[in-house]
């Protein structure tokens, strides 16, 4: 019965705080904003409001707190686990290195999970506002196909000062490292989707079924090499364009 209620207030805070969400965005649609300043406000609004449930979830306790509290509860059920492995033989020096890339990669990098999180339920809360209210004057502002979209050049140099950072930050514990970490994860997941984009777009020119398009994309998420080709892609798309076409053929 708690585990039901539970779950039923987790479906009600998430539905008020995207419909939180949407009144923004539909603010700035009145406005006549274009997609970008619509899901910059959204994106503002859906932290502030992350902070103010945290700051009511811990009754008065700092976030700092509340991220201590959560790193230790990990930690816990890692070691729990770890414990269950060592029964069953398998190597120390594995079991140590197999925890320290879990630490890193859901417990010291979560901040830029989030955040990531955040930018893409920002972006689909301003498509379905638009959608749903295609009369209002900023939803008449045309967005670029998915398939021709790309990130910003400008990206690509936040994007070199985190890897320095990652390669001459320090040890894993360092505030320099942990900070390139979480930049590595939310710029690698734009670069992820520009290269998805490249993807689509070739799938769609050489006229693939969309049912083999959405095999496809689910079979890149089980192999981490096709992921890192994907980041790759959008990474060089900076200097060449894959794509290379003209307005009159994206028309057509």
């Not at 209620?5 to 700035?28: D, E, Q, T």
């Not at 502030?48 to 991220?67: K, P």
């Not at 069953?88 to 079991?95: I, R, S, T, V």
């Not at 089980?222 to 076409?245: K, S």
Request: a positive charge.
């Amino acid at each position: 019965m708690n585990t039901v209620l539970a779950v039923v207030m987790l479906v009600c805070l998430l539905a008020l705080y995207l419909g939180s969400i949407g009144g923004v965005v539909r603010l700035g649609l009145k406005l006549g904003w274009t997609p970008v300043a619509c899901w910059a406000a959204a994106v503002g609004a859906a932290l502030l409001l992350a902070g103010g449930l945290l700051a009511w979830a811990g009754h008065g306790v700092s976030v700092a707190d509340l991220w201590q509290t959560w790193q230790k509860e990990f930690s816990a059920n890692l070691n729990a686990s770890l414990a269950v492995y060592r029964q069953l033989g398998m190597a120390e020096a594995d079991l140590q290195t197999s925890a320290r890339w879990i630490r890193l990669l859901f417990v010291d990098a979560a901040p830029g999970w989030g955040l990531c999180f955040i930018f893409f339920a920002a972006w689909l809360v301003v498509l379905w506002q638009r959608r749903v209210s295609p009369h209002l004057p900023g939803s008449k502002i045309a967005i670029k196909p998915f398939m021709l979209w790309s990130v910003p050049d400008l990206l690509i140099w936040p994007l070199l000062a985190t890897l320095v950072l990652l390669r001459w930050g320090g040890s894993w514990n360092s505030g320099y490292f942990l900070v390139a970490l979480n930049a590595a994860v939310v710029l690698g997941n734009f670069y992820l989707l520009s290269g998805l984009a490249i993807f689509l777009f070739f799938l769609m020119r050489w006229k693939v079924p969309q049912f083999l398009q959405l095999l496809a994309i689910m079979l890149i998420g089980l192999f981490p090499m096709a992921i890192g080709v994907l980041v790759a892609l959008g990474v060089v798309n900076t200097w060449w364009d894959w794509r290379r076409i003209t307005p009159n053929q994206t028309a057509g």
